[in-house]
């Protein structure tokens, strides 16, 4: 399989603290709950809950929608939150927004939770390919309509451990 870099290593990590930058100071150095969705963002959201001081509690939660390389329309639940979110802010900490469906039905669930504040924090953001009207509140790196891995990101479980993010060819 052949990939090619997109985003170093070195720009992940410089833009990752900025935002940690500007999350710490819409939440006011508030507790935020970070809600890692597994397994691909498991390396960002890392990087991110070093960078921010705020208190943070992180917390993990498991959908999923993929197999391979394409969406299987399917949102599949399989590890929920432990944490109670009610009246605290929370950040869902995904690796990357493609079509919207997995988020929304996230972002929908932790609603009827009634968190203080939800905002969604992402890596990337595909944006052309969005079948769901979904923002995020804090985007990294916005990214063409390529198939990629690393940095979290994997193809059928592989290529997680890449330290930047490449694309498939």
Sequence with gaps: MNIKELISEEKIKNRIKQVAEVIQKDF???EIILICVLKGATFFSTELAKDIT?????????????????????IHFDLNISEEIKDKNVLIVEDIIDTGRTLTY?????????PKTLKICTLLDKKERREFNL???????????KFVVGYGLDYDEKYRNLPYIGYIE
């Design 54 to 74: 705020s208190p943070i509690i992180l917390d993990f939660i498991k959908v999923s929608s993929y197999k391979g390389s394409e969406s299987t329309g399917v």
């Design 106 to 114: 996230l972002k929908s669930y932790l609603e009827e939770k009634k």
């Design 135 to 145: 923002e995020s509140d804090y985007v990294c790196f916005d990214i063409p309509d």
């Design 28 to 30: 006011n150095n508030e």
